[in-house]
């Protein structure tokens, strides 16, 4: 017998009692960002390396450690993408559709990096990004979050999850805190995890987001970033601020937080929970205004966020907060018995779902008795089995059985979709 062959480790299937809570989370989204005019834009899963290395930054762990990265036949570097927004000022910039002109835009599909595989991380994963270009005032920002708010607000979330802001300032303002920092932390460099030794001359940034009880220590008497922000970034995080509390939306500012890619500048911002252990960010974001340019287009102001499809499923799961209505379920199994009832099964399976689109008609094909189609309708779980025979075709009628109190009754085939809907659940 051959060999199976498995699915690589870190990239998963999504197997159909999993796919309709995917599709609710996805048409939540899509609702939403169409209510404030975001428009959907598609792009390749695999783009030419320089873009990653450019936009998301040489130093940055995506491009050290993560990315998947390979030579096609002509010999170009290629690589799956391991995130959207580059992608997607690519994408938007080569179609002419940024320089003075704005645009809101919005994506999902699957990202890729190499890194070790847990719940919530996966090397496959599935993003949903919302971006937008064109308008440097914080007035974009702000509208971005409060949408992001509404999205939890939609799936039950809102009161599970914390806003966490900051300012990290214009790309002059934070080259001086970075010289500040490395030179407060070489004094401190054997007390710096390893990573942090590492990012002290690459990325010393990021050594602010490290989880090292003893680099945390270090870091404690450190010079702040706030220290080093001017009056124009800090003019326009007050008016993010002022925007978010007169929309009622909370945050927590917390100096720390940098994000991990060099594109961004001003505003950064997470969405994060107390019930998924390690993973927290659910949601991450922030102004990058220098990015389009730094890819080749003309200068350009953006920002946006991300997140994680397979870390707000787990959520929504650990929540209890999957909505009965979001789950698959047939309302309606048709068995027939006969060559003539199977031929009026089709017609009334058409007509059942062409009288009302969200009627889920499944029917029994591949024959058999009526003993044996019964018990796959009652396995199907269907609320409705609407049973088919010679007699009945022969009078026009039909029998539907309602699953979950057994009652059976005759009814006219041409009010059985009226029968079903007034009883459905």
Not at 155 to 161: A, D, S
Not at 326 to 345: N, P, R, T
Not at 362 to 380: I, P, T, W
């Amino acid at each position: 017998m051959a060999r199976k062959i498995q699915a690589i480790r870190g990239m998963n299937d999504i197997l159909p009692d999993q796919s309709s809570v995917w599709l609710y989370l996805e048409k939540t989204v899509a609702d939403v960002v169409k209510s404030y005019g975001y428009q959907q834009i598609r792009f390749p899963i695999v783009e030419n390396t320089d873009l990653f290395k450019r936009g998301v930054g040489e130093t940055t762990d995506i491009v050290e450690k993560e990315m998947y990265t390979f030579e096609d036949r002509n010999g170009e570097s290629l690589t799956l993408r391991p995130e959207g927004t580059a992608s997607c000022v690519r994408a938007a910039d080569q179609a002419g559709l940024l320089f003075n002109q704005t645009q809101r835009l919005w994506y999902t599909g699957p990202m890729f990096r190499y890194e070790r595989p847990q719940k919530g991380r996966y090397r496959q994963f599935h993003q949903i990004g919302v971006e937008s270009f064109g308008i440097a005032s914080a007035d974009i920002d702000a509208e971005l979050i409060i949408l992001s708010a509404r999205m939890w607000q939609k799936l039950g979330l809102l009161e599970h999850v914390e806003l966490q802001l900051n300012t990290i300032g214009l790309a002059s303002e934070r080259e001086a805190y970075k010289a500040a920092l490395v030179d407060y932390l070489v004094q401190f460099k054997d007390q710096l995890d390893e990573d942090s030794q590492r990012r002290l001359t690459t990325n010393p940034l990021r050594i602010l987001d490290s989880k090292d009880e003893s680099t945390q220590a270090v870091l404690k008497d450190a010079p702040s970033l706030e220290e080093f922000i001017g009056e124009e970034s800090q003019a326009h995080f007050e008016r993010l601020r002022a925007i978010l509390e007169t929309n009622n939306v909370p945050y927590v500012i917390n100096r720390r937080l940098v994000r991990g890619l060099d594109y961004y500048g001003k505003t950064v911002f997470e969405w994060v929970t107390s019930h998924l252990g390690s993973q927290a960010t659910v949601c991450a974001g922030g102004r990058y205004d220098g990015l389009v340019e730094q890819l080749g287009g003309k200068a350009t102001p953006g920002v946006g966020f991300a997140m994680g499809i397979e870390r707000l499923i787990l959520l929504l799961e650990t929540l209890d907060l999957v909505p009965d209505a979001a789950k698959f379920s047939i309302d309606v199994f048709i068995i027939s018995m006969g060559d003539d009832a199977e031929l009026a099964s089709f017609t009334l399976a058409e007509c059942l779902r062409e009288s009302n689109s969200d009627l889920v008609v499944l029917r029994h094909c591949g024959g058999g008795n009526f003993k044996n189609q019964m018990k796959k309708a009652d396995r199907s779980d269907a609320q409705f089995t609407i049973i088919l025979g010679q007699d009945e075709v022969d009078q026009g009628i039909c029998q539907v059985k309602n699953m979950s109190t057994g009652q059976q009754t005759s009814c006219s085939l041409d009010n059985v979709t009226e029968h079903i809907i007034d009883r459905k659940l």
